[in-house]
């Protein structure tokens, strides 16, 4: 190997990408003649090793003296070096954009938009029981509060909420290793155990844009703080301390999420679900605070809305925490793979799903006893059926017109949708992944189900 000496590269490596952070001045070969051969160069007295990081005092490899040159203590042989570079060249290269704006697409559908319709929809039912409480509910009422601006920003605050909780769940995902581990091993109905005429061989992939490369980290944190700027811009002029307090708790717990609650079993899941039942009550209690002319003091607030809200929050709590250990058991090997300590991870499939089934029976029971309750303590509600005449559909349309009935009837209907996929669930102990992702994605309807018997 007479002839190179430090900071000449080595002509036997492939070329590699022509991109600005791949540059072949980075690999370097350090001459070191043995005693034995000290006239003539052989491969086996050459040391070989990447020293990108090792040396960046360019002056001491320009002078050709190898004592300038730090010494490592690991080295690798030219044959390694030469397939470690050639790998190094496949790498996706890193993604040419370097502001919000130009990454503006790919952070938006970070922030999953589809989730906003459910937000409106809690959003809106905070206000419609603030103001069943107050027995003030009407059409004109309920548009007058909507459109109020504090409550537009309480309703902005639940969707930077929202996104930002999405987004930095992806962020520490990503540089865990756990939305690299779903991108090379993707879902396939391949894999899945066949159930009847379930043939599809389409690959299910989530889109990961950060693990992809498509959006980069610094860019991502930028966003996030301003993202977190809003919130708590918007949270200084929600009506009452009862939504400012809810606010802050929310925004809190998505900061701690990803990084400190998401390693803790149980936590991870109880922070998810807290998450979600907090924004009726959140909407509400602001509602509650200007339908009252602010006369409530903050501990009265908190009472009269968790008296009208809390078994709604009790019951979208219990619900969603069964759909999130139900998510847990589908990403079961992902997570064990990113040593993400779950509970199916931890105690098993057997074990989460039945966890799944108790929480979507206390579910059925928190939202059936409320409507039950007040039908048993209606004066005669069949003399109401029986005075409307008629047959079975002008009973049935009778009926429909009494709170109490129409709120058991939508109660018992998404009991019985939640109880039996839990149970089906329960029985295949979450291994039946197509039963799992058609359980997860209707499960949506069952929460409109449960909205709407609060109405």
């Known amino acids: 190997m ?9 002509p036997w490596i492939p070329p ?12 370097y070969i350090l001459r070191r003649p043995s005693k034995k051969h000290s006239s003539t160069g052989s491969t086996g007295d050459v040391d070989a090793l990447d020293v990108a990081d090792d040396i960046t005092n360019e002056e001491s490899i320009d002078d050709g003296v190898s004592s300038h040159v730090p010494d490592v203590s690991k080295r690798v042989t030219v044959q390694e070096l030469s397939r470690t570079v050639a790998s190094i060249s496949t790498r996706p290269p890193v993604p040419e954009a370097t502001t919000i704006l130009s990454s503006i697409g790919p952070l938006m559908k970070m922030t999953r938009p589809g989730n906003f319709v459910g937000v409106v929809c809690f959003y809106l039912l905070g206000i419609y029981c603030s103001l069943s409480s107050l027995n003030l509910a009407n059409t004109k009422n309920l548009i ?31 540089k865990s290793g756990l939305d690299s581990y779903k991108i090379s ?31 980069s980290y610094p860019v991502t944190k930028r966003f996030l703080t301003y993202l977190y700027a809003s919130l708590m811009i918007s949270a200084t002029i929600l009506p009452g301390i009862t939504a400012r307090l809810s606010v802050i708790l929310a925004s809190m717990l998505t900061y701690w999420y990803t990084q ?47 008296h009208q809200m809390g078994t709604l929050t009790l019951a979208l709590f219990s619900g969603v925490m069964g759909r999130e250990i139900m998510m847990d058991i589908v990403d079961c090997e992902a997570d064990k ?14 074990f989460a799903s039945k966890v799944v089934l108790g929480c979507m029976v206390g579910t059925s029971l928190l939202i059936t006893f409320g409507p ?25 349309a009778a009926g429909l017109k009494l709170p109490a009935i129409r709120r058991l009837g939508l109660a018992l209907t998404a009991s019985f949708w939640f109880i039996a996929r839990a149970y089906q ?19 949506k309807v069952g929460v409109l189900l449960i909205l709407t018997s609060f109405i």
């Open 2 to 10: 007479n002839g190179f000496t430090a900071g000449q590269p080595a």
């Open 16 to 27: 590699i990408n022509d991109k600005a952070n791949l540059k072949l001045k980075d690999v």
């Open 144 to 174: 007058h509060t909507v459109f109020r601006p504090s409550m537009l920003a309480t309703l902005l605050s639940l969707m930077l909420i929202c996104s930002t909780s999405m987004i930095v769940n992806d962020y520490y995902d990503g």
């Open 185 to 215: 091993n993707p879902l396939s109905d391949a894999s899945r155990p066949t159930q009847g005429h379930h043939t599809n061989q389409n690959t299910k992939q989530a889109y990961k844009p950060l693990a992809s490369g498509e959006v």
């Open 260 to 306: 400190h609650l998401k390693p803790k079993t149980w936590l991870k899941n109880l922070t998810c679900a807290a998450l979600i039942a907090l924004a009726p009550f959140t909407s509400a209690s602001a509602a509650l605070h200007l339908l009252t002319n602010a006369s409530l003091s903050g501990a009265q607030g908190l009472s009269m809305t968790w």
């Open 337 to 350: 793979a990113a040593s993400v300590v779950t509970v199916p991870v931890k105690y098993g499939r057997r």
């Open 372 to 396: 039950l309750v007040q039908l048993l303590t209606m004066e005669t509600p069949m003399k109401v059926l029986l005075k409307s005449g008629g047959g079975g559909l002008v009973m049935t």
């Open 425 to 443: 669930v329960q029985r295949t102990e979450g291994r039946d992944e197509n039963l799992m992702d058609r359980t997860i994605e209707d499960s």
